[in-house]
């Protein structure tokens, strides 16, 4: 069974950095390209950054490019988010979600998401 | 950027068959993915590749997708289809864009 598992969001201030984390597990983590997505409270999906199999490409959301890093080390099925310069706009839910593979870029399992409030 | 188009709210009667639309410019050449969410949960994946269904998903649950729109169809509304709705495309640039999602009630 596939498990994503988030952790990492607490209250931050304006200007603050926070370092997100995803385990995975029930499936080969190393095969597949994974995803963050973030969803404001009471907005729609937003799509964060994506990393490759290898770490060796990532992607980023205008919103966030320049701010946050993703990041893996498959040696331990885990995927991360850097985020830094954070602002209020980036108080949401963080989900991270495994992509399917086969270059259709879609998110098969989603984890429950860890909150992330920027707030003074 | 790349922007897709959904209606905020689709309501059905029970039983009958709702339809949830996704507009972008030419999306019928794109890949279309929707997901569900209920409240408090997760999103989920219901159709990937225009109309293809992940095992699980009911046969209830149909997409297609021409032109300027996909189109999500669940057909035999149930109360437990009370969701958000969201439509996804991969785009040129290099992004994952989902639709502005879609609140649909069942009566």
């Known amino acids: 069974e596939v498990q994503l598992v988030e952790s990492g969001g607490v209250v931050v201030q304006p200007g603050g950095s926070l370092r997100l984390s995803c385990a995975a597990s029930g499936f080969t983590f190393d095969d597949y390209a994974m995803h963050w997505v973030r969803q404001a409270p009471g907005k729609g999906l937003e799509w964060v950054s994506l990393?490759?199999?290898?770490?060796?490409?990532?992607y980023y959301a205008d919103s966030v490019k320049g701010r946050f890093t993703i990041s893996r080390d498959n040696s331990k099925n885990s995927l991360y988010l850097q985020m830094n310069s954070l602002r209020a706009e980036d108080t949401a839910l963080y989900y991270c979600a495994k992509d399917h593979g086969s270059g259709s870029y879609y998110l098969d399992y989603w984890g429950q998401g860890t909150l992330v409030t920027v707030s003074s | 950027s790349y922007e897709l188009t959904q209606p905020l709210s689709v309501s059905v009667a029970l039983g009958q068959t709702a339809r949830i639309t996704c507009g972008g410019n030419?999306?019928?050449?794109?890949?279309v993915h929707w997901y569900q969410q209920k409240p408090g949960q997760a999103p989920v994946l219901v159709i990937y590749?225009?109309?293809n269904r992940p095992s699980g998903i009911p046969e209830r649950f149909s997409g297609s997708n021409s032109g300027n729109t996909a189109t999500l169809t669940i057909s035999r509304a149930q109360a437990g289809d009370e969701a958000d709705y969201y439509c996804q495309v991969w785009d040129s640039s290099s992004h994952v864009v989902f639709g502005g999602g879609t609140k649909l009630t069942v009566l």
């Open positions: 990393i490759s199999w290898d770490g060796g490409s990532t």
């Open positions: 030419n999306i019928g050449s794109k890949n």
């Open positions: 590749r225009d109309s």
